[in-house]
T-cell receptor
């Protein structure tokens, strides 16, 4: 398996909902990332996990809560989001430096 | 922190001609420079990268050049084809032994190949 997978592909949620995004890789990569990408903009780093430990948090609001249950899985828990949080959420993984992206979850917050 | 500027923001090229996209970075500690291609509705895909210990790298029709002194790097695509149409992002970061490097992305270039 040489890909990063993400579920769901699309998610619509209200501002009071709680939902989770999931990311999985089976390439033995040691680092996993969450990015947020708005339309016509570059990916914007949110969190980095290295060896299952949070190593970088780019001052992301607490309504986004990352979790790394094991070396292959990465979750992003969402709670009380705002409409401006609507975006494509990308997961990535890397072994040394090359980051490989998943297909993303298109999130819409109503 | 690192700041990456990318030019041009849009580029139209006749099929078969060459395309060049340029980026500059601000942090002299950056030593890893990947390029990503993102087609509409798809994930960013790594197409080529370069480390600061080399000045040029080629992979078939794609090449990247790096000038550390001037802090700029460029993507060159030769013999362009319609399937090269996409948004291209440059990025800069530092090589990490832990694989948890932080990449700063440029603002992107929308490349259109005209048949």
């Amino acid at each position: 398996d040489t890909e990063v997978t993400q579920t769901p592909k699309h998610l619509v949620m209200g501002m009071t909902n709680k939902k989770s995004l999931k990311c999985e890789q089976h390439m033995g990569h040691r680092a996993m990332y969450w990015y947020k990408q708005k339309a016509k903009k570059p990916p914007e780093l949110m969190f980095v996990y290295s060896y299952e430990k949070l190593s970088i948090n780019e001052s992301v609001p607490s309504r986004f809560s990352p979790e790394c249950p094991n070396s292959s899985l990465l979750n992003l828990h969402l709670h009380a989001l705002q409409p401006e949080d609507s975006a494509l959420y990308l997961c990535a993984s890397s072994a040394y430096n090359e980051q490989f992206f998943g297909p993303g979850t298109r999130l819409t917050v109503l | 922190g690192e700041n990456v500027e990318q030019h041009p923001s849009t580029l139209s090229v006749q099929e078969g001609d060459s395309a060049v996209i340029k980026c500059t970075y601000s942090d002299s500690a950056s030593n890893y420079f990947p390029w990503y291609k993102q087609e509409l509705g798809k994930r960013p895909q790594l197409i080529i990268d370069i480390r600061s210990n080399v000045g040029e790298k080629k992979d078939q029709r794609i090449a990247v050049t790096l000038n550390k002194t001037a802090k700029h790097f460029s993507l060159h695509i030769t013999e362009t084809q319609p399937e090269d149409s996409a948004v291209y992002f440059c990025a800069a970061g530092s090589i990490s032994n832990f694989g948890n490097e932080k990449l700063t992305f440029g603002t992107g270039t929308r490349l259109t190949i005209i048949p």
